[in-house]
Nanobody, 116 residues
Framework: QVQLVESGGGLVQAGGSLRLSCAAS????????MGWYRQAPGKQRVLVAR???????DYADSVKGRFTVSRDNAKKLVYLQMNSLKPEDTAVYYC??????????WGQGTPVTVSS
């Protein structure tokens, strides 16, 4: 079972940046596609960025050009660099395995609050 632990969230002003990290527990991490999701208050959880095991990336239109997903297979880490943050980016951010759909139980997530 892959365990996922998100970190790096916090409070930031609009226009600022944060880098989120997701640590995976399993050695086969390098074979797994990974996704970053977010859930804003009162809304459904949605995919914002994903990265394949070979490094192909894909982004939701709402974050394209501002967010960058990357991975370090040796360290079993996935990152989400978030720039030009907006108040509407406020949410709890989660990572999960899989390209088309989340495949593992959800972790605790890391909260991001963007003040205007």
């Amino acid at each position: 079972q892959v365990q996922l632990v998100e970190s790096g969230g916090g409070l930031v002003q609009a226009g600022g940046s944060l880098r989120l990290s997701c640590a995976a527990s399993r050695s086969i991490f390098s074979n797994l596609a990974m996704g970053w999701y977010r859930q804003a208050p009162g809304k459904q959880r949605v995919l914002v960025a994903r990265i394949s095991n070979s490094g192909v990336t894909d982004y939701a239109d709402s974050v394209k050009g501002r967010f960058t997903v990357s991975r370090d297979n040796a360290k079993k880490l996935v990152y989400l660099q978030m720039n030009s943050l907006k108040p509407e980016d406020t949410a709890v951010y989660y990572c999960n395995t899989g390209w088309s759909a989340p495949a593992r139980p959800w972790g605790q997530g890391t909260p991001v609050t963007v003040s205007s």
